[in-house]
């Protein structure tokens, strides 16, 4: 476990930027975790809007439904850390808009619901953004059974979860297990973003 | 042959085995998964022809939805 003071942890994030794909359950959470303790820019990008049943999960508020969820988000970052630099693109992302979008970053956070876009990601990471690392969420609905939670790395990928609990009508994703899953991402954004070069 | 998947030891008593194979093998039945044999990445139609052989690192992820 590397230590270092808050301040110089300040230091190292600000100058660095993390792509974020998908601001539902994972998106909206991990950006909240990595605006708190300061990763200077953020870029998220979603083409969905607020519905009530989001609020179980995601970061949202009540007053916030029926709006955006990329205009929300930055609102709500903005709430809890002014100095980050948001940059949110309101797009159903493709393979030519994630190469586009996050090619510059230093770290991109997979963030998406359907197993279909997860896989997109990660083929399009292989094939156009390889020195970039991915932190995958996989496997996080219904609670319970913590223990089967892990962190488990693939050459440049990083995958949270279970890899077991898919999503479905009688086994909802709910706020505990996403926050969970959402929060681990972005403590390894972290340790990728602080490890001394 | 002794293959490394997904990070652990396993055995299997063939020298050489197709991903199809291993997937029958192991009960994997996902319907989306990410394949790759020594950090490259095997698509689905190569599945049959892509052969994985003693000392190889196999890695499948499974595609799971949610989030």
Known sequence: MKIMKFERIKEVLKNKTVGIAGCGGLGSNCAVALARVGVGKLIIAD????EESNLNRQYYFHHQ???KKVDCLKENIK????????EAHDVKLDVKDIYDIYNGCDVLVEAFDKAEM???????????????PLVLGLGMAGWGNLESIH??????LYICGDEISEVSEDFPPLAPRVGIVSNMQADVVLELLLKEK | MNITLNNRP???DQESLSITEILKLKKFSFKLMVIKI??????????ESSFV???DDLQIIHMISGG
């Open chain 1, 47 to 50: 083409f969905d809007v607020i």
């Open chain 1, 65 to 67: 439904i029926g709006e």
């Open chain 1, 79 to 86: 709430l809890i850390n002014p100095y980050i630099e948001v």
């Open chain 1, 118 to 132: 997860k896989q997109i990601i990660i083929e399009t990471n292989y094939e156009k953004l390889p020195s970039i």
């Open chain 1, 151 to 156: 962190l488990r790395k693939s050459d440049n």
């Open chain 2, 10 to 12: 396993e055995s299997f």
């Open chain 2, 38 to 47: 020594n950090g490259k990445l095997v698509r689905k139609p190569d599945y």
């Open chain 2, 53 to 55: 052989k003693d000392g």
